[in-house]
Nanobody
């Protein structure tokens, strides 16, 4: 059983920055991958960024050049640095972890609102 707890969301003006954190209960360097996803009202959950155990990184086209995913294995924490935020980035952001068994765990989500 893995528990994931996101934090760092909030209200920010367009062009601003936020850093999301996802603290895991297990040793994240044993996970196959971790990632960030987001869901806006009326839309399906979509991939934002993922990082594999071997540090292969993938970004959605909509966030390339603005968002950076990273992790600190000593703290068992995943991060998402979000710069140049746009109103369309408004969503609930979820952290995901995939174990070697291919079982996936999700956090409870953190709200990000980009508005003036």
């Amino acid at each position: 059983q893995v528990q994931l707890v996101e934090s760092g969301g909030g209200l920010v003006q367009p062009g601003g920055s936020l850093r999301l954190s996802c603290a895991a209960s297990g040793s994240i360097d044993s996970f196959n991958s971790m990632g960030w996803y987001r869901q806006s009202p009326g839309k399906e959950r979509e991939l934002v960024a993922t990082i594999s155990r071997l540090s292969s990184i993938n970004y959605a086209d909509s966030v390339k050049g603005r968002f950076t995913i990273s992790r600190d294995t000593s703290k068992n924490t995943l991060y998402l640095q979000m710069n140049s935020l746009k109103p369309e980035d408004t969503a609930i952001y979820y952290c995901d972890a995939v174990l070697p068994s291919n079982r996936s765990y999700w956090g409870q989500g953190t709200q990000v609102t980009v508005s003036s």
